[in-house]
């Protein structure tokens, strides 16, 4: 018999959200982790709270009291002198909230009576776990879920030396403002780290090699936000091809379309590839792809019947959330439940300010595909709310069927837009009108209501606007 129903090997969001629900689901649940923190103890929480989402959005909340303090609190009348930041006391509040929320997921362990295992997991036969290090043993089980996550990509002439050349853990642990720090990548982590810096103090500059900023996002929305970056300081070089990067006396050089580009820092925010090193995923059978990726079917199994794979290891967008729906359906499929998720109703944020959210397609998806469409969209601007905080910049933009007035998209530019677009979320995945969001009531004054506007547009009914 073996000694688990399930195995969760690793302990990000994916996996410890796994671990919880196989837990609540009554098996005998393990779950393995080899995160060591900078004080040598095991972290659960994997790279998105210990080195990622948590701690990120901890720099860029101080980052962006210190900004409004700066810039915009005399507007409220409050004069502030002579504002200075203190960067050690930032990153020890920074510390201290990964440490409670990591403390956090072994006491979530502990109430579901998970076995937490201090070590590093490798695969063997006949479903067998091997661990080395602070827990090491061999145990197996009738289920394992691999939840290895991933790690940032390096490219050949700009290696991580985490001195100059840093990946965006080096980027989250500066301890001291940067006069010039220089960017590689446009994409979530080059703009939430960039504006982190740059409303510090440093001049950032950030190269990217397409041609389109945030080729992702609505063009309308990309458009806006890149120029309110661009206002609050922010270079963006687009179309940039980086050819070299040297370090000499305490100086990052990066030469690129014929330009030259000189920093104390560099920040390479390119990607992030999947982790598998030394788990022999592929000695046992599980097949990976051209990208290292770990391949899977429908019910996200692997070619080794009873092994799954989930978040980031697995490819599709590399968020905590959509690692995390996938811990809970792969628990419910192996209890013998039926589940499933809608990768069609993920949402995407960039986390800058104002913050950019998405969910669904965006106008050029949908043009592509011959897809007639109506779109409402409707200014922060002119939202009582917005005014009366004085973040008036941005938009909703609601994209419906042209022939059933389906949401097929929502896009939002503007403040809490990370917290707005759930409604465009909960409305996509019960297969919501336009109408039936223009029919719903929004409470005023708020910032949900450019949401309502934007919906009533589609059918060209906004009242104030
Ligand atoms: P991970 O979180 O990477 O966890 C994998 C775990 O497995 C780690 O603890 C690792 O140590 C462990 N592990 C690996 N191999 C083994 C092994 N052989 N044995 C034992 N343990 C092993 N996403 C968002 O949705 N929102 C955000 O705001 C956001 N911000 C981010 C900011 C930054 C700076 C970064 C770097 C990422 C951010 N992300 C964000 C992405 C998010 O962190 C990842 O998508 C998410 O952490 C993936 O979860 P996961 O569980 O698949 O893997
Ligand atoms: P990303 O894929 O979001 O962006 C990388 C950017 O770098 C892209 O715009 C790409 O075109 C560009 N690029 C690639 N190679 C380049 C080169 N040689 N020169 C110049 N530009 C180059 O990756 P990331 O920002 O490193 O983030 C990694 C992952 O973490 C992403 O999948 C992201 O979804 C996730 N993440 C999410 C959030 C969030 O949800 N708010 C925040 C941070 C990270």
């Known amino acids: 018999m073996a000694d688990y129903n399930v195995i969760v090997i690793g302990a990000g969001p994916a996996g410890y959200v796994a671990a919880i629900r196989c837990a609540q689901l009554g098996m005998k649940t393990a779950c393995v982790d080899k995160w060591i923190n900078s004080e040598g103890q095991a972290s659960l929480g994997g790279t998105c709270l210990n080195v990622g989402c948590i701690p990120s959005k901890a720099l860029l909340d101080s980052s962006h009291h210190y900004y409004f303090m700066q810039k915009q609190a005399a507007t409220h009348g409050i004069q502030c002198d002579n504002v200075t930041m203190d960067i050690t006391t930032m990153q020890a509040r920074k510390a201290e909230v990964v440490k409670t929320l990591t403390q956090g997921i072994a006491g979530l362990f502990k109430k579901n009576k998970i076995t937490s295992i201090a070590g590093t997991a490798k695969l063997a036969d006949n479903k067998q776990v091997i661990v080395t290090g ?52 446009a994409g979530a982590i080059g703009l939430e780290l960039g504006s982190v810096w740059s409303r510090l103090g440093s001049q950032v ?38 050819t070299s990067v040297t370090v000499a006396n305490d100086e990052v050089t990066i ?17 992030r590839k999947p982790h598998t090193d030394n788990l022999a995923a592929a000695e046992i059978g599980i097949q990976l792809d051209e990208r290292g990726f770990i391949q899977v079917d429908e019910q996200r199994q692997t070619a080794v019947a009873g092994i799954y794979a989930i978040g980031d290891v697995i490819g599709g967008p590399m968020l905590a959330h959509k690692g995390s729906e996938e811990g809970v359906m792969v628990a419910e499929l192996i209890a013998g439940q039926k589940s499933e998720m809608s990768y069609a109703t993920v949402p995407f944020v960039v986390y800058t300010h104002p913050e950019i959210a998405w969910v ?53 530019f503007g403040t809490n837009a990370s917290e707005l677009i759930t409604e465009a979320v909960v409305a996509m995945e019960l297969e919501a009108s336009a109408e039936d969001l223009a029919r719903t009531i929004h409470a005023h004054p708020t910032l949900a209501e450019a949401l309502h506007e934007a919906a009533l547009g589609v059918d060209g009914r906004m009242i104030h606007a």
């Open 134 to 185: 602070i827990d090491g043993q061999t145990i197996s089980a009738d289920n394992i879920i691999i939840a290895t996550g991933s790690t940032p990509v390096q490219i050949p002439i700009a290696k991580f030396d985490n001195e100059f050349i840093l990946d965006s853990t080096g980027a989250l642990d500066i301890d001291k403002v940067p006069e010039r720090l220089g960017v590689i990548g």
């Open 255 to 271: 030469s690129y379309s014929d330009q030259q580009l000189v920093v104390d820092k560099l920040i390479v925010a390119v990607g």
């Open 360 to 412: 669904g397609k965006t106008e050029q998806q949908l043009k592509s595909a011959e897809i007639e469409y109506k779109v409402g969209q409707f200014p922060f601007a002119a939202s009582g709310r917005a005014r009366a905080n004085g973040d008036i910049n941005g938009m909703v933009r609601v994209i419906a069927d042209a022939k059933t007035d389906n949401i097929l998209g929502v896009h939002i």
């Open 205 to 242: 500059t950030i190269l990217e090699a397409l041609p389109e900023f945030l080729a992702m996002a609505d063009r309308k929305i990309a458009t806006l936000a890149q120029r309110e970056l661009k206002k609050q300081g922010l270079t963006i070089n687009l179309n940039a091809q980086v």
